[in-house]
């Protein structure tokens, strides 16, 4: 009897345990497949969201740089009217200036002797003195400041019509200084020569806080938030050259895109993501080309902001599965003590 109830006791054990594992198999399972499920759910909607983040901002920064472009042809086209004098030129350059706050100054670069009682040097600037709209004339042109040796002036001698220069950083004596980005159009006169070379200045220091305006706002759309699980939107955006350089971005957070890939994309006007490290930490950029110059945009999205919700997704899973668990034992067990009372 002893022998019979101790073989029942053994054959139940081995039906619990085989119970067991195949309740623990299937729950794993589930759990593995549940979990790449999320992993690539999550994944590709983090794309898309960032895709789309990326897509809004370069949109409004080409919006931004088409405007200030239509601008300062009115500005240029308004000097290529009055090239009578100095003065006339003058005049010409102030009564534009109102335009567009954003641009920091206007000026026309004339070649060596146009003006000859100028000398050989004449550059009326136009420039921004505060935040109100206030402006400044300055003849910036002079030995110190031979604007006929300037990358942009060189490039303009035998360019067809208007582009953007180099970033590059300026300082005259004067109190003028600073990283800029000029517009530039050669103007020619009546008789079809060149007279000078036209330019309006942007600073990188007022694209590196519109790129931060933009940024917050999208931070605070409640379309993009509401959507967000377990996350918050944790991203910066920059502007790179053509070489994949930044010459906007959050301060200590500059992330240059020099892989060869990458920069082909940008030139073929092709969008797309890269891996990146940006200060040590492991990120997503989210990177596509301008339209109004050859510029190119980047969203930077730091790793474990697309990881949070999937883990916490994954502690969910594994809580699951060791409740279903628990509980399974917890049936068997109660089973056998009745049937032991029985």
């Not at 790449?36 to 983090?46: D, F, G, P």
């Not at 030995?143 to 060189?154: E, L």
């Not at 970033?167 to 990283?179: C, E, L, M, V």
């Not at 990146?276 to 999205?301: F, Q």
Request: charged share 20%; aromatic share 12%; hydrophobic share 40%.
């Amino acid at each position: 009897m002893i022998q019979t109830n101790m073989k029942n006791n053994t054959e139940t054990g081995k039906v619990r345990k085989t119970i067991l594992f195949i309740v623990a198999s299937v729950l794993l399972l589930m759990l593995v497949v549940s979990f790449m499920i999320c992993r690539y759910t999550l994944m590709k909607e983090a794309h898309i969201c960032y895709m789309g983040i990326m897509n809004v901002a370069s949109e409004k920064i080409s919006k931004t740089v088409g405007g200030m472009e239509m601008n300062a042809m009115n500005v240029f086209d308004e000097v290529g009217k009055h090239m009578d004098s100095p003065e006339s030129v003058i005049a010409a350059l102030k009564s534009k200036t109102s335009l567009n706050p954003d641009v920091k100054g206007y000026f026309a670069a004339f070649v060596p002797n146009y003006f000859p009682q100028k000398g050989r040097w004449f550059e009326p600037y136009v420039h921004q003195t505060d935040s109100r709209g206030g402006f400044t004339v300055r003849d910036v042109g002079s030995a110190s400041h031979d604007y006929t040796k300037s990358d942009w002036y060189i490039q303009a001698l035998d360019a067809k019509g208007s582009f953007w220069s180099d970033p590059y950083f300026y300082y005259d004596g004067t109190g003028i200084s600073g990283r800029y980005c000029t517009f530039v159009k050669p103007v020619f006169d009546a008789s079809g020569r060149l007279a000078c070379v036209c330019g309006a200045d942007m600073t990188f220091e007022w694209l590196t806080n519109e790129l931060k305006r933009m940024d917050d706002a999208t931070r605070r759309s409640d379309m993009l938030s509401k959507f967000r699980m377990f996350a918050g939107l944790d991203f910066y955006t920059v502007l790179l050259d053509k070489d994949g350089n930044c010459i906007a971005y959050p301060l200590g957070r500059s992330a240059p895109l020099k892989d060869e890939e990458v920069l082909r994309n940008l030139a073929a006007k092709k969008s797309g993501s890269i891996d990146v490290t940006v200060n040590g930490v492991p990120s997503t950029a989210y990177y596509a080309p301008m339209e109004h110059i050859g510029w190119s945009v980047a969203v930077i999205v730091p790793d474990h902001v697309v990881w949070k919700p999937l883990l916490i997704v994954g502690a969910i899973l594994l809580g699951v599965a060791v409740f279903g668990l628990l509980a399974v034992w917890l049936a068997l067990r109660r089973g056998v003590n009745q049937r032991k009372e029985a």
